[in-house]
């Protein structure tokens, strides 16, 4: 890695430290990735103790060893962590401490041929539903970055150019500005502008119309836009994805009528599919059908297994001045690829999302309308072909996108 480089990476995982977790003196730090992020982890660790952490703990996966588990494991142990796996969750809150984790696939080959009824029960729901909790109430301070590595960059380019990767990064998170964080701050002080418009106008649906797609998809009372810019339970703000080019909120799970078209591919991560030009057909609030170009028999399966997941848990609004399609490449990692345009979510909804929900039960949050799930896919459904407006209560409507320009204005 040239000179160049280390200077670009020590400044990403400042940024990752300084303003995507926004770590406090003497706080503790947990970073998750995969063993081919072992760079990252520990630049962004080295950041971190720069900034004052009193200790950085470092959880490692490896795909190959889960592609063994799924392949030999008993049937009645797929998807199942042990106490101890579990133990690190649970000690996050008591502990004040901070997550940071990593993305970017270095083997997205590695689960080709796996029977795909063995690889959906070998996700561990467990740990999800002990995790899931605690980020999406933002009970902890947390954020999930990019780690470019060379199985990342060779599934993109062919060759594995991590410097090319780098670069691309390096623009879509706004690295590569003379002040990162000066950028960082002005940047999110334009999407609490576009939020503080949304939530202003109290819209009852959110359409989208255009080449294959006809949406509605209705919102509830409770439904509140935020930015990826959250506050957590200890009053600490933290930036929950860097990159992020969206405003978003959850849909009433009742609400969705219509059918949608993909507008960009999208990596389903637990399935290691590539999922291209994916269709859905929607009543009554659920996918009633899919189909897609690539990949359709993993979302199908995900559709079919996954408790829930064929209500919607987010819709988001994303414009043409997007730093990631500035970057000009398909990174084949939601991380990334959701910021190229407008997007919905199907599975679980955020609490922050939703007034009140912070205070309710799961049970309940799904009675009042947020949907919950162990899972939460996005799709990017945006172009500058597809219009969307508000829609209030009466049905009219007020432009939002239009030629992927935001063009909503005060009421």
Known sequence: MDESLDALVEAYAGLVVRVGVNLQPGQRLVVRGMVEHAPVA???????????????????VDQHLHRLAVEHAPQDRLGRSLPSELAWVRALRPDGAALVTLTGNPNP????????????????RDLVRELLPLLAADQIRWTMVGAPNPGWATSLFGEPDVARLWRAVAVAVRADEDDPVAAWRAHLADLEARRDLLDARRFDAIRFRGPGTDLVVGLSPRSRWLTAGHTAADGHGFVVNLPTEEVYTAPDWRRAEGTVRT????YLAHMSTLVEGL?????????????????EAAVRRELDTVPRARHLGEVA???????????????????????VGSHIAWGNGYPTTFAGAEDLDP????AAGLNQAPTHVDVVVGSPEVEVDGLDAAGRAVPILRGDAFVLVDA
């Open 279 to 295: 269709s859905l057909e929607l009543s009554d609030g659920a996918i009633r059908a899919a189909h897609a170009d690539r990949g």
């Open 109 to 124: 080959d590695v689960m080709t041929g796996a029977d795909p009824a063995r690889l959906a029960a070998s996700v561990p």
């Open 317 to 339: 609004i994303v414009d043409g001045s997007s730093r990631v399609r500035r970057a000009g490449l398909a990174f084949r990692d939601m991380l990334f690829d959701e910021n």
């Open 263 to 266: 507008t960009a591919p999208f």
């Open 363 to 366: 049970d309940a949050r799904v």
């Open 42 to 60: 520990r630049a962004v660790a080295a950041a971190a103790y720069r900034a004052g952490a009193s200790h950085v703990t470092v959880l490692y």
